[in-house]
């Protein structure tokens, strides 16, 4: 079965500081891994996708992540946090059947 | 806007009644997913329709139904609420059921149970 764990339920980072949000994935076929972002009262928006095309995938808003299929991970990272970037986010996992398993999350505040 | 569509946006109901939770899919999309999201579950699948077929099930109670309709919108139905069932309820939306596909969110529908 697949699963994906988020390492950390909340991460704080001063503005302009690296961000760095941890995903590790168990699949026993090749993933496709997604990561979404959800604003206070929102609905979940896609950052970005891993579907083997590339490992290191850039997404909106200046984040990337690199799949490491040795190390089953799927970091998030941006270079330089903003204050609008302060949402929760969710690593997920794509079954066979296109359902999503999603991490536990992990809340980004950003301090001024 | 992610051209999904949940009505209503709040719902506050009593134990024991049933609610209905509508969907409007993107414009094109066939598959239709239903999540529910709470503090202790955090986010979970709960049923896929398929251009009108359920496809895959997930955690979903015998008390939770759901249909997809010829226009393709849905509805999950929940029935003998409890307190428990409190909870955000998203529905998504994709172009088919290629597990590649990115999934478009709806707002969601709160659900408070009293």
């Known amino acids: 079965a697949q699963s994906v764990t988020q390492l950390g339920s909340h991460v704080s980072v001063s503005e302009g500081a690296l961000v760095l949000l941890r995903c590790n994935y168990s699949?026993?076929?090749?993933?496709?891994l997604f990561w979404y972002v959800q604003y206070p009262n929102q609905g979940l928006q896609l950052l970005l996708k891993y579907t083997s095309a590339a490992t290191l995938v850039k997404g909106i808003n200046g984040f990337e992540a690199e799949f490491k299929k040795s190390e089953t991970s799927f970091h998030l990272t941006k270079p330089s946090a903003h204050m609008s970037d302060a949402a929760e986010y969710f690593c997920?996992?794509?079954?066979?059947?296109?359902?999503?398993?999603f991490g536990q999350g992990t809340e980004l505040s950003v301090k001024p | 806007d992610s051209g999904v569509t949940q009505t209503p946006k709040h719902l506050i109901t009593a134990t024991g009644q049933r609610v209905t939770l509508r969907c409007s899919p993107r414009s094109g999309d066939l598959s239709v997913y239903w999540y529910q999201q709470s503090l202790d579950q955090g986010l979970q699948f709960l049923i896929q329709y398929y251009n009108g077929e359920e496809r895959a099930k997930g955690n979903i109670l015998e008390r939770f139904s759901a249909q997809q309709f010829p226009d393709l919108h849905s509805e999950l139905n929940l029935s003998s609420l409890e307190l428990g069932d409190s909870a955000l309820y998203f529905c998504?939306?994709?172009?088919?059921?290629?597990?590649?596909?990115?999934?478009?969110f709806g707002p969601g529908t709160r659900l408070t149970v009293l």
């Open positions: 997920a996992v794509s079954d066979q059947g296109g359902k999503l398993i």
């Open positions: 998504a939306s994709s172009p088919t059921r290629a597990s590649y596909n990115e999934q478009f």
């Open positions: 699949s026993s076929v090749p993933p496709y």
